[in-house]
């Protein structure tokens, strides 16, 4: 079974332009999370989708959207880039709330 | 708030047991968890504990949760270097109609020396 992939794995945009990540969950897997990971750092919660509802958001600026499609992806949109947000953007996907499954991540650079 | 605590770095000798100490603050937590994070690669999920239990051991794995102090802890037997990574610690939160998100720690660098 494939596990949960993401698109792409490394991007670099410039301040200001606006950036959309692609999560593709388990199959089976109807809540993706989003977290961020600025390097030497552990993952930053920014938000869970179940059902294609948003379920819960980190204290992330409302430069930060997403939504989840009926196949259960996902795409998370970051607007007004700053240098700031160059991290690893990390999808996580779950059947169930106690196992949380991680994808290999989106690299962001903003320059 | 909740926080999760990791001391930084773990330098260990080939065969030796590897343990590794967390502690958090969210009397709340349902489950907590271990991942594994290799160089410039997502995180894998190790192990996780629920928060009724006390201990739980998978292979060379062994998970110990202190409750009332608030301690997790990984043992890993017979460190290999492939067991070279950083440890993440994360507890589940839960708000309202959420599903739980993970709260993690800084990380854990484990250094397996042959």
């Known amino acids: 079974d494939a596990g949960v992939t993401q698109s792409p794995t490394h991007l670099i945009k410039t301040r200001g332009q606006h950036v959309t990540l692609r999560c593709s969950p388990i199959s089976g897997h109807k809540s993706v999370s989003w977290y961020q990971q600025v390097l030497g750092q552990g993952p930053q919660f920014i938000f869970q989708?179940?059902?294609?509802?948003?379920?819960g958001r980190g204290n992330f600026p409302d430069r930060f959207s997403a939504r989840q499609f009926p196949n259960y992806s996902s795409e998370l949109n970051v607007n007004a880039l700053l240098l700031g947000d160059s991290a690893l953007y990390l999808c996580?996907?779950?059947?169930?709330?106690?196992?949380?499954?991680f994808g290999p991540g989106t690299r962001l650079t903003v320059l | 708030g909740e926080d999760v605590e990791q001391s930084l770095f773990l330098s260990v000798r080939e065969g030796d047991s590897s343990v590794i100490n967390c502690t958090y603050t969210d009397s709340s937590s349902t489950y907590l968890y271990w991942y594994k994070q290799e160089p410039g690669a997502g995180l894998q999920l190790l192990t996780y504990?629920?928060?009724?239990?006390d201990m739980k051991q998978d292979q060379r794995l062994t998970v110990l949760l202190n409750k009332k102090d608030k301690h997790l802890s990984l043992r890993i037997a017979d460190t290999q270097t492939g067991d070279s990574a950083i440890y993440f610690c994360a507890e589940s939160i839960h708000y309202g109609g959420s599903q739980g998100n993970l709260i993690f720690g800084k990380g854990t660098k484990l250094s397996v020396k042959p």
């Open positions: 989708y179940y059902e294609k509802e948003e379920r």
């Open positions: 996580a996907s779950s059947f169930a709330s106690e196992e949380q499954f």
């Open positions: 504990i629920f928060s009724n239990m």
